[in-house]
């Protein structure tokens, strides 16, 4: 049955690996050592961070402004807007000193209450977030959220200009990594009053951190210029940063080697070969904390309801073709929904071990069971965002459900708002592809946004047990205590199959030899203020 698998998908992938001959010769390389420009998959959804979603997003904010909590090249914490903090014996309340050098673009000082207003804006359920439950261990804030208390009842506050208080609902081993993402991230606040929100345009927006908005160029890019009142500009040696909106990987790795980009986000997967042979030491394959998986709409049909359905098609699916055929960039097969992260037991069924072959006649078992055969096949629409490396893992995919089950899979590709949208309101939605990376590297990270609260949880997915496990996890002081009970939910959660586990990431990047002080990390964090170029590694490409 597995030669049967691989010899379809040679077959649906052909056209795909037609194109996956040597990328054009480079162009001629002008480098200006004050310029850095980046590939950065979608186009922003919006610079709002408490609004926006998506990583392309994310690496803009991160040069935009300036946290609490930063992240050094490695990966590792370091004091931002903050200077130091101390944090109470019991865990649950930290105070935060903020820099007397901050300062907002337009050179207001950056106070504690500008963070105050900025955490309540981000919990109030009047900004409309998605990703406001990210806020959930501080005090009060989930009765924030669900608009049972006032904003002003969220367990932060300013004792000074400079100093933040945060109390939490329980002990929170990963709170200062927490303080890294976007939704705690300051908003200027009397930006936000004037403007509403339109504050995070260009020619609007005014920010903290080294970077600001300069131009955006909806399909073109995103132009960010040095902040000169940055509290650290004397450090920043790259003045201008351009953020291109590529969605194609196959188009980003022929700008690349024209010279016209200094990284991208990612590699296409029919090139991995011919860069590895011939550009080795460019390509920077490394860990990532983070899962790609498809999701259900379990709230309507034909998933609703039908969780043996949704585990057939899961079993029948090779990761290990996958990963190897597929993708091929040194992903990990995944049968469980979180990555492998210390002292936590990952979770896999119990057929992920099983024979191919004795894992299909299972399948096709519950298959039928669900009301499905041969003359009666499932036919079913899978989303994705336009990209040709997730169209042809969802051709792959696609070929063996039919080849196992006899399932007829429509695809259909999204622009990436639309494809948010969409996933986002549940209506026309039936499967889709998706990613998640983990915010701070803990298995809640994962797991929270399968809570049938959280505004990210496109799946519609809703179990009683499994939200009552997080929230005891959550106030739970026992790591090991505490570690038992999200493996215990993510355990529960793969019996109801709300999504299928397909691989872990790994994040694959083209970078210059120029470009200085970038370094793999498993967040994938790249800030640009810890770059600069040297002009005598140049070698035209």
């Given amino acids: 049955m597995r030669a049967s698998i691989l010899a379809v998908l040679c077959a649906v992938l052909v056209s795909a690996c037609e194109r996956s001959a040597e990328p054009e010769p480079p162009g001629t390389v002008d480098i200006d050592p004050t310029v850095v420009h980046r590939g950065n998959g979608s186009e922003p959804d919006s610079l709002d961070p408490h609004k926006s979603e998506g990583t392309s997003t994310s690496s803009i904010q991160r040069d935009l402004f300036d946290g609490l909590v930063n992240t050094a090249p490695d990966g590792t914490l370091e004091p931002g807007a903050a200077a130091s903090w101390e944090v109470s014996d019991d865990l649950m309340t930290y105070e935060f000193r903020l820099r007397s050098d901050g300062r907002w673009s337009n050179g207001d000082f950056v106070t504690a209450e500008d963070f105050v207003f900025s955490f309540r804006r981000a919990a109030n359920p009047a900004t409309l977030s998605n990703y406001s439950q990210i806020l959930a261990p501080i005090l009060n804030a989930e009765a924030v959220i669900r608009g049972e208390m006032p904003p002003e009842s969220l367990g932060v506050e300013a004792l000074d200009e400079q100093t933040l208080r945060i109390r939490l609902k329980g002990p929170t081993p990963y709170f200062l990594e927490l303080l890294t993402h976007s939704m705690t991230y300051p908003v200027h606040p009397p930006s936000v009053e004037k403007h509403g929100n339109r504050f995070a345009r260009p020619g609007i927006l005014v920010s903290n951190g080294a970077y600001v908005l300069d131009e955006w160029v909806v399909q073109s890019h995103v132009k960010l210029v040095k902040n000169p009142l940055y509290r650290e500009a004397d450090k920043v040696s790259i003045e201008t940063v351009y953020f291109y909106p590529i969605e194609s990987p196959?188009?980003?790795?022929?700008?690349?080697?024209?010279?016209?980009?200094?990284?991208?986000?990612?590699?296409?997967?029919?090139?991995?070969?011919?860069?590895?042979?011939?550009?080795?030491?460019?390509?920077?394959?490394?860990?990532?904390?983070?899962?790609?998986?498809?999701?259900?709409?379990?709230?309507?049909?034909?998933?609703?309801?039908?969780?043996?359905?949704?585990?057939?098609?899961?079993?029948?699916?090779?990761?290990?073709?996958?990963?190897?055929?597929?993708?091929?960039?040194?992903?990990?097969?995944?049968?469980?929904?979180?990555?492998?992260?210390?002292?936590?037991?990952?979770?896999?069924?119990?057929?992920?071990?099983?024979?191919?072959?004795?894992?299909?006649?299972?399948?096709?078992?519950?298959?039928?069971?669900?009301?499905?055969?041969?003359?009666?096949?499932?036919?079913?629409?899978?989303?994705?965002?336009?990209?040709?490396?997730?169209?042809?893992?969802?051709?792959?995919?696609?070929?063996?459900?039919?080849?196992?089950?006899?399932?007829?899979?429509?695809?259909?590709?999204?622009?990436?708002?639309?494809?948010?949208?969409?996933?986002?309101?549940?209506?026309?939605?039936?499967?889709?592809?998706?990613?998640?990376?983990?915010?701070?590297?803990?298995?809640?990270?994962?797991?929270?946004?399968?809570?049938?609260?959280?505004?990210?949880?496109?799946?519609?997915?809703?179990?009683?047990?499994?939200?009552?496990?997080?929230?005891?996890?959550?106030?739970?002081?026992?790591?090991?205590?505490?570690?038992?009970?999200?493996?215990?939910?993510?355990?529960?959660?793969?019996?109801?199959?709300?999504?299928?586990?397909?691989?872990?990431?790994?994040?694959?990047?083209?970078?210059?030899?120029?470009?200085?002080?970038?370094?793999?990390?498993?967040?994938?964090?790249?800030?640009?203020?810890?770059?600069?170029?040297?002009?005598?590694?140049?070698?035209?490409?």
């Fill in 250 to 541: 196959a188009t980003e790795m022929q700008r690349y080697r024209a010279g016209e980009l200094d990284w991208t986000e990612t590699v296409p997967h029919q090139q991995l070969n011919w860069i590895r042979e011939n550009l080795p030491e460019q390509l920077h394959i490394a860990p990532y904390l983070g899962s790609y998986f498809l999701g259900f709409n379990v709230l309507r049909p034909p998933f609703a309801g039908q969780p043996g359905l949704r585990r057939a098609l899961s079993m029948v699916i090779d990761r290990k073709i996958l990963t190897e055929k597929v993708t091929g960039g040194g992903e990990a097969p995944a049968y469980g929904y979180v990555p492998e992260l210390p002292d936590y037991e990952q979770q896999v069924p119990e057929w992920a071990t099983w024979p191919m072959a004795d894992r299909i006649a299972k399948a096709q078992q519950l298959y039928e069971d669900a009301g499905y055969g041969p003359g009666n096949p499932l036919v079913m629409e899978l989303r994705y965002n336009t990209s040709d490396n997730h169209r042809r893992i969802c051709l792959a995919i696609a070929a063996m459900w039919k080849q196992a089950l006899g399932v007829q899979t429509r695809l259909l590709n999204e622009e990436f708002k639309v494809f948010l949208e969409n996933r986002t309101q549940k209506i026309v939605t039936e499967s889709f592809r998706a990613g998640w990376i983990g915010d701070f590297r803990d298995p809640y990270s994962f797991m929270e946004i399968l809570n049938s609260t959280h505004g990210m949880n496109d799946t519609g997915y809703a179990s009683a047990h499994v939200d009552s496990l997080l929230a005891a996890s959550a106030t739970e002081a026992d790591p090991a205590t505490r570690l038992r009970l999200l493996a215990e939910a993510e355990r529960s959660m793969l019996e109801d199959q709300p999504v299928i586990p397909l691989f872990f990431y790994v994040s694959r990047k083209m970078v210059k030899p120029w470009l200085q002080g970038w370094q793999p990390n498993l967040l994938d964090y790249h800030p640009t203020r810890h770059m600069f170029i040297s002009i005598d590694r140049a070698d035209g490409s």
